[in-house]
């Protein structure tokens, strides 16, 4: 099983970037999807997380109203909209799929920076 994130990168303050999680080969529809971020010397904080059936959603205090979690079964794929960014956003991000197993991407970087 693998999970892959894609959609990283460099961005200035003030903008915005959309990560994207698939998982070649198996259907994330049966899993709840949550997005995690490690920011340089901080432990791996969660930032926002959709369940498998009613796409419930729930975010971090820091990225309320900002960020948005969504899911398109459809295209298997799981999405991270990041609007508003700032420097405190930059990290390493890793999308997880959790049922009775769970299952971790490698991480993508997003640095936010003029």
């Known amino acids: 099983v693998q999970v892959v994130e894609s959609g990283g990168g460099l961005v200035q303050p003030g903008g915005s970037l959309t990560l994207s999680c698939t998982s070649p080969?198996?259907?994330?529809?049966?899993?709840?999807m949550n997005w995690y971020r490690q920011a340089p010397g901080k432990e791996r904080e969660l930032v926002a997380s959709?369940?498998?059936?009613?796409?419930?959603?729930n975010y971090a205090d820091s990225v309320k109203g900002r960020f948005t979690i969504s899911r398109d079964n459809g295209k298997n794929t799981v999405y991270l909209q990041m609007n508003s960014l700032n420097a405190e956003d930059t990290g390493v991000y890793y999308c997880?799929?959790?049922?009775?197993?769970?299952?971790w991407g490698q991480g993508i970087k997003v640095t936010v920076s003029s």
């Open positions: 959709i369940t498998s059936i009613r796409g419930t959603t």
């Open positions: 080969g198996f259907p994330v529809r049966p899993y709840a």
């Open positions: 997880r799929a959790r049922n009775t197993n769970e299952y």
